[in-house]
Structure formats: C-alpha cells, structure tokens
C-alpha cells in the first residue's frame, strides 16, 4: 500500500507524520499532555490487551468482538465502517480481514497508538513488546498487509468523513473518555448513512464529572438518543469484561452498556 492510500472516504489530510495521515492539527503540546501518547505505559498495554492472544488462551475482548460482530449489518453490498478510538487497531483490523471488500477506518486521537497500528496492520512490521513487568515476557507479534484498512488521527466528535458515508461507526471503550459524548452523537449521526448503524460499547467509567451527571444513570442516554431522533436496536446493561492485567491473572472487571442505534 502506498504511503499516499488514505481509503475511498478520507480527504486529504492536514498533514502527514510517519505514514499516520493527520485529520486534526495536534500539537506537541497536546501530544505531551495526552495519556494515550504514552507508549510503554498505555500503547503497550493495548497492544497487550487486544494483539497478543495467546499469553491470554484467546482474545480477552471475545465478548465485546462478539457483541459487534453481531449487530452488523448484513449486506451483499461492501459496507464503509469506522472505528472510532481504536487504539492499537485489533477491531477494525478484524473486520478489514473477514470483509475484505468492505472499506475499514480505524480513527484514535493518538499518533502513538495509530503508528503503531499502521505499521503492524498494514505494513507488516512486526512487534515484540517488552511486557516483563507484566509477567508476560516479549511476545514476537507477526505483522499484517491489510490493503482495505486505513487509519487517521482525528477527533472522534470532528470526523473528517463527509455526510451520509459510513454504514456503520463502532466505537468501544471511547465515549466516557470524551469531554461530551452527546455531541460525538450528533456528529456521528452526521457521518452515518441513513439507516446506518451505530455500535457502542462503554464502562461509562466517565473522567468528567459534567459527564456522570449528563449520562448516568444510563437511562439519560437512551432518552438522549430516542429524542436525538436514533432508532434503537439493541440495548444490554451489563456486559461484563475482564481485562488482564497480569501473568498472575489479576484483572479489571468492566460492566460495560453495549448498545446499538440506527439513524
Ligand atoms: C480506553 S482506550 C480504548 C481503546 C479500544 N477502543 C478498546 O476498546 O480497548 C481509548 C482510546 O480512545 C482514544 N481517544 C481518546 N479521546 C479521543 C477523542 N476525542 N477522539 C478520538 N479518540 C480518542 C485514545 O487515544 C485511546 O486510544
């Protein structure tokens, strides 16, 4: 894949930095002061969580994949589907390789993240992250050429799709870390074809205390969306999850809302 390919669907960027094509203009600044920029503390542990299976025996995130995997859409048509706060890629790359006719973005607000997620996922280099003091040694992760995926640095509630682009948006893990998850829905109801569906999936562990009084309990969020004029398909409180955080199998239980609207 060229270095120029940014997918069907993406603009051209305001600029580009390691082959990560840049949708909004995140200074140095921003970048020191982000959590997620962190790469032995927050890129490794993702990188630990959603691409090394088999310290695990097998994807800890298998429910949430089977969550997602289930309320997308059928189609004999190629779908366009994004996945917003993707971190190190492993959904978005999952289902760039069962549909390889599909159009897949994976869009994160961190170059770290995203660099790392286009080099392993569609370059092919490989990785060996250093989990010692996890337990988990240095796992030896085999890179992926995956020619239908694309990734972006944007801001999940600023997309740079145009309007009416993509049959589905999953974000998971995302919407309690931004400063106002009701105006990510609105935008992304902007960039959802009619019809298109939108998967979340939260712990609505939310960092805002403007956020725990807008959207908790989660019943705000369902008269949000009803009133926002969203269909809903789905609705399960809770899903639980356990991410490991160990070779000691010491772990977070997450309660996660999953839940699945249509614009
Ligand atoms: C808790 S991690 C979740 C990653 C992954 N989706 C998962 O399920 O484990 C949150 C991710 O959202 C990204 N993020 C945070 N704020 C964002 C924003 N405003 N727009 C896009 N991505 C954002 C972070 O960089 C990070 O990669």
């Known amino acids: 894949m060229s270095d120029l390919d940014f997918g069907r669907l993406l603009p051209a960027p305001l600029s580009v930095?390691?082959?990560?094509?840049f949708y909004y203009q995140k200074s140095e600044a921003e970048i020191a002061g982000d959590v997620y920029e962190r790469y032995d503390a927050l890129v490794t542990?993702?990188?630990?969580?959603?691409l090394a299976d088999e310290l695990h025996g097998g994807y800890p995130f298998a429910t949430l994949?089977?969550?997602?995997?289930?309320?997308l859409p059928v189609s004999k048509q190629p779908l366009a589907v994004a996945d917003l706060g993707c971190s190190v890629g492993r959904i978005a790359a999952t289902l760039a390789q069962r549909y390889?006719?599909?159009?897949?973005?994976?869009?994160?607000?961190?170059?770290?993240?995203?660099?790392?997620?286009?080099?392993?996922w569609t370059q092919?280099?490989?990785?060996?992250?250093?989990?010692?003091?996890?337990?988990?040694?240095?796992?030896?992760?085999?890179?992926?050429?995956?020619?239908?995926?694309?990734?972006?640095?944007s801001r999940?509630?600023?997309?740079?799709?145009?309007?009416?682009?993509?049959d589905v948006i999953i974000n998971t893990f995302l919407i309690d870390r931004l400063p106002g998850p009701f105006s990510a829905f609105a935008e992304w109801r902007r960039v959802l074809k009619p019809g298109g569906r939108l998967i979340t999936v939260s712990p609505l562990n939310f960092l805002q205390p403007d956020s725990w009084r807008k959207a908790y309990p989660p019943v705000k969020i369902l008269d949000h969306l009803r009133q926002a004029g969203w269909r809903l398909d789905d609705w399960t409180d809770h899903l639980p999850l356990a991410e490991p955080m160990d070779a000691r199998g010491n772990a977070v239980n997450w309660q996660c809302l999953a839940f699945v609207v249509e614009r």
Request: charged share 20%; hydrophobic share 40%.
């Open 100 to 120: 390889a006719d599909w159009d897949v973005y994976g869009l994160d607000l961190s170059y770290q993240m995203l660099r790392q997620a286009r080099d392993f």
């Open 45 to 50: 542990r993702q990188t630990a969580l959603h």
């Open 156 to 166: 999940a509630e600023a997309l740079p799709f145009p309007d009416a682009s993509l």
């Open 124 to 153: 092919g280099v490989n990785l060996q992250p250093n989990l010692i003091r996890f337990g988990w040694g240095t796992p030896a992760l085999d890179g992926y050429q995956l020619e239908n995926l694309h990734f972006g640095l």
């Open 17 to 21: 930095r390691r082959g990560v094509p």
């Open 65 to 71: 994949l089977e969550y997602v995997s289930t309320w």
